[in-house]
């Protein structure tokens, strides 16, 4: 089909993603379909599901089950195989792959059946050896590789060189009418603390990622001990929010670690939390720990947002987020960077983020909120999702998107 022919048509874009539980690839997946319903096409997930499935079919998408989470290589091809037959019987018009394994498959189905093939690079993937170097390079292998961040294109442009050609950098964004601090009401925040067992006017240290050992949380605990030692911790509270998702034994390390170096008190694993938004609202300062790169970082993304000061590592993504010196002046600030896995460094910054006049915080808290909203919204990243589409289709879904 002509571009011509194709721009008068209604396109139907089938999207892959392993599951829909939780993440960056899973939440980018439910607002593109939100987008393509808006700009009135057709919208499929092909997903084993998970608990934000219904949040698919509740846009306007549709889920087509098929065991994607599998890195079974007879596995892999046989969902090439069911893709190639599902892209035929629907007549879809672009695979957009959002993972590893299933990228294999759509790009078999999308090779198959000469229909566009588009790859969101969500990760900083762990390369070690050639085989594993093999299996992450069908994220570079798009018709658009898009990266997520620019740290996120540097490292493709640097692993496959022209295999990707030149990545397009469309940042994951942050919904600003959900993060809008005014959208936050003193309920949602008194029910938090409520369910946390801390005061209205208790100060809260906010790290909010699964608990797994890159995340950083053993750092945040170690930078707590020592503000204890120093006699800077205050009433302040370390709340850390994430699933351990089945690594209990990591999560019961971390209450021991707390224990024996005498913060248990101040220290709380309060598992998932739903009400993210009121989270980063409650928060005095969110803390990104990550001791290895992120990719993007949505959790300082959806933090500044809201008007929390943010501190991150100063590696992968995040620092591209959180404005900090040296790369701007104190007075442009919205956060602090330190060194990964140095617990003094971060101690350091948690406590001039407590000691930080009120007005001087506000201003900070400002700034943070208009940069996000410069930025980092989930329209604009909406809008250049589907101008890539545009590129490949011939069609006009960034003009017809509102």
Same mark, same amino acid.
């Given at each position: 089909m002509t571009a011509g022919r194709m721009a008068d048509q209604v396109p139907t874009i089938?999207?892959?993603?392993?599951?829909?539980?939780?993440?960056?690839?899973?939440?980018?997946?439910?607002?593109?379909?939100?987008?393509?319903? %808006?700009?009135?096409?057709?919208?499929? &997930?092909? +997903?084993?599901? @998970?608990?934000?499935? *219904? #949040?698919?079919?509740?846009?306007?998408?549709?889920?087509?089950?098929?065991?994607?989470?599998?890195?079974?290589?007879?596995?892999?091809?046989?969902?090439?195989?069911?893709?190639?037959?599902?892209?035929?019987?629907?007549?879809?018009?672009?695979?957009?792959?959002?993972?590893?394994?299933?990228?294999?498959?759509?790009?078999?189905?999308? %090779?198959?059946?000469?229909?566009?093939? &588009?790859? +969101?690079?969500? @990760?900083?993937?762990? *390369? #070690?050896?050639?085989?594993?170097?093999?299996?992450?390079?069908?994220?570079?292998?798009?018709?658009?590789?898009?990266?997520?961040?620019?740290?996120?294109?540097?490292?493709?442009?640097?692993?496959?060189?022209?295999?990707?050609?030149?990545?397009?950098?469309?940042?994951?964004?942050v919904d600003i009418a959900r993060f809008s601090p005014d959208a936050i009401d003193a309920a949602r925040r008194a029910r938090l603390r409520a369910a946390w067992g801390i005061g209205p006017d208790q100060r809260v240290i906010l790290h909010a990622a699964r608990l797994t050992t890159w995340k950083g949380q053993q750092s945040v605990i170690d930078a707590m001990a020592r503000l204890n030692a120093e006699g800077h911790l205050g009433d302040a509270v370390l709340i850390l929010a994430g699933d351990a998702q089945g690594r209990d034994d990591y999560a019961n390390g971390l209450r021991r670690r707390a224990a024996e170096q005498g913060i248990a008190d101040y220290v709380r694993l309060v598992g998932h939390v739903e009400d993210i938004a009121a989270a980063f609202a409650v928060a005095h300062v969110t803390v990104v720990a990550s001791i290895e790169p992120e990719a993007?970082?949505?959790?300082?993304?959806?933090?500044?947002?809201?008007?929390?000061?943010?501190?991150?590592?100063?590696?992968?993504?995040?620092?591209?987020?959180?404005?900090?010196?040296?790369?701007?002046?104190?007075?442009e600030a919205t956060g602090w960077h330190v060194p990964p896995n140095e617990a003094p460094a971060l101690a350091a910054a948690i406590a001039e983020a407590l000691a930080m006049p009120d007005a001087q915080r506000q201003a900070m808290s400002a700034r943070a909120i208009a940069s996000i909203a410069a930025r980092f919204t989930v329209a604009a990243m909406q809008r250049q999702t589907l101008e890539a589409y545009d590129s490949l289709l011939g069609t006009h879904l960034a003009k017809r998107f509102r």
């Open positions: 089938l999207q892959i993603v392993p599951q829909l539980d939780t993440g960056g690839a899973e939440l980018s997946t439910i607002e593109i379909v939100d987008a393509l319903v %808006r700009a009135g096409t057709r919208a499929l &997930v092909a +997903t084993e599901g @998970g608990r934000m499935a *219904e #949040r698919i079919t509740s846009l306007g998408g549709e889920i087509i089950t098929l065991p994607l989470e599998s890195k079974n290589p007879l596995t892999i091809l046989a969902n090439g195989r069911r893709l190639a037959r599902i892209v035929r019987e629907r007549s879809v018009s672009l695979l957009h792959a959002r993972s590893r394994a299933p990228a294999w498959s759509a790009l078999m189905a999308a %090779r198959q059946t000469k229909v566009s093939f &588009v790859t +969101t690079y969500h @990760g900083a993937y762990g *390369e #070690r050896g050639r085989l594993k170097r093999l299996y992450n390079s069908v994220m570079a292998r798009g018709d658009i590789v898009i990266a997520n961040s620019r740290y996120t294109s540097d490292l493709i442009r640097a692993r496959y060189g022209t295999l990707a050609g030149t990545p397009r950098i469309i940042p994951r964004g993007f970082g949505r959790a300082a993304a959806e933090a500044l947002a809201v008007g929390c000061p943010t501190i991150t590592t100063n590696i992968g993504a995040p620092p591209e987020i959180v404005l900090a010196p040296p790369d701007v002046p104190r007075d």
